[in-house]
């Protein structure tokens, strides 16, 4: 009788077993049946978020290869991460929308670089400098950011001790023609042979007043504007002769060498590196620990 009462327990328990466990399936299936709208709902939505976040970075934004990694609630509307690429490399991005798909806000995601980007390395250099760091500033008098730049870059020569070597190269002087690209091309001789008179830095504040002046009427100086701003102690007129054009010659060298495209401006320091003006103080103190 015994076993007969815990027989039957065993099979009541089960059933009640077996009861519970068809009761959970049915919920997860009811469930799952309720929910499947809602699900093709969102795949219908982020398929839509993508497809317009794609087509919104590669019109408005220029980028390339967009693709979505992933898009989110965020706040009332929606954040896509974004990777593409652009015209120097890969980007990666976050857009973030409103419900009814309008941008309001976009950033960028930077990879924490192991060096400084504004430092380029120059591949198979020694030094060249002596007592002093040398620093080859490379400009051209008609390009407007070598002008823009001059204050800088002569205030940065005045604060440390460097030995200043200007380079002066063709960039936008090859955008004259007729007898203003004889004029243009005279003043990269009167530059050559005056970058090494104390007074260089006067004579290139006068000439670059000038070029502003006349930026407009789209012309070069001509001579007699040129010697305007000449120390009338210079003589250079040998110079302008005999060597102006090998000096010339010798800087588009130089160009070739250490910046391989010749652009303006540009710095080299200590023949190894090079950046941009905009950099030249913090790339110094890095590369040479200021005090």
Known sequence: MKKKVLKSAKVKSMNILLIVISLIVFAILFIGIFNFPNLKEKTSQSEEIEKFVKKYVNLYIGLINVSVENVEKYGDG???????????GPVSLELYLYKNLTVYKLTQILQLPEKPRTIIEIP???????????????IDPYDKWSRRYDNLIQDFIDKYNVSEIWRIIRT???????????????LLKYFECMKDKESFKMFRKCIYEKIDEIEKDGRALNESEIIECLDPNVKIEKCLEENSLRLLSADESFALTYLQTPSTPMIVIDCKYKTWPTFIENVYCYLYKCN
Do not use: M, Q
Request: with cysteine.
């Open 124 to 138: 198979y250099r020694i030094s060249c400098s002596s007592d002093k760091i040398a620093i080859d500033i490379y």
């Open 172 to 186: 936008d002087t090859h955008n004259f023609e007729g007898k203003d690209a004889e004029n243009a091309f005279l």
């Open 78 to 88: 929606y954040k896509a991460t974004i990777n593409a690429t652009s015209y120097s």
